[in-house]
């Protein structure tokens, strides 16, 4: 009975470790696609470009699957098998990390609606700042996937401090755009677009922070708060 008892615990290991393996694959695709609509939303605000907003738009319905298929087979996962405490951790984790994920997804859903409210061709010069901004963002979003991926916890803890670049920027981009809109009150409709949009980069900054906290509990077993 001993021997029968030992082999069928084998067995849910080897089934844990093939169901992990599953879910960080889908978890590396469920960020791809945010990348790919974080890329289209830099596109479309840049170049006003109202049809790429309106399909970005559509995107975020594959990430909303994504996440719900991921939770379903990680509560699974639980029920089926008594995890020990550092499978635990990574099952967490994982909840964890989709939630952060999808709610970076729903912010390029959110900016696209935004640039859909753009009214063109006035654009307030501080426009200029925010493809910077997306650009740290996505550095960060990439780099935090990159980091579950290899469970590289220097890396994670490296995308953590980045968060303090997009503060920056965020709150320069705040300071100039007020500015220009007691100078210029033409321009206060796009101006509160931009901040608009800003805020929600920035945002998207701070879950891929929170994504990386969780990267660091599941490899270090301890949960630090960096943002």
């Known amino acids: 009975m001993e021997k029968k008892g030992a082999g069928s ?12 393996k599953g879910l960080q694959k889908d978890i590396a695709r469920m960020g791809a696609i945010i990348e790919k609509a974080l890329d289209n939303v830099m596109k479309a605000m840049v170049s006003q470009d109202e049809e790429l907003a309106r399909q970005t738009i559509t995107m975020d319905d594959d990430v909303d699957a994504m996440e719900a298929s991921i939770e379903k087979r990680c509560i699974h996962l639980l029920l089926r098998q008594s995890p020990a405490a550092g499978e635990l951790r990574d099952v967490l984790s994982i909840l964890k990390i ?12 959110d900016i696209c609606e935004w640039i859909l409210k753009i009214n063109p061709p006035m654009l307030p010069s501080s426009v200029k700042q ?75 900054a701070d879950h891929a922070t929170n994504i990386c906290e969780w990267i660091l509990y599941d490899v270090t077993g301890r949960h630090e708060i960096y943002n």
């Open 130 to 204: 925010l493809p910077e901004i997306a650009q740290k963002v996505k550095e960060m979003l990439k780099a935090t996937i990159d980091s579950f991926v290899e469970r590289d916890a220097a890396k994670a803890m490296e995308v953590c401090r980045w968060d303090d670049a997009v503060d920056e920027l965020y709150d320069q981009l705040i300071l100039d755009q007020e500015k220009e809109m007691r100078e210029k009150p033409e321009y206060v409709h796009n101006g509160v677009v931009m901040i608009s949009i800003a805020k929600y980069l920035e945002r998207m």
């Open 9 to 20: 615990d084998m067995n849910l290991r080897i089934e844990y470790r093939e169901e992990m």
């Open 98 to 109: 989709i939630t952060d994920l999808e709610r970076i997804g729903d912010h390029c859903e």
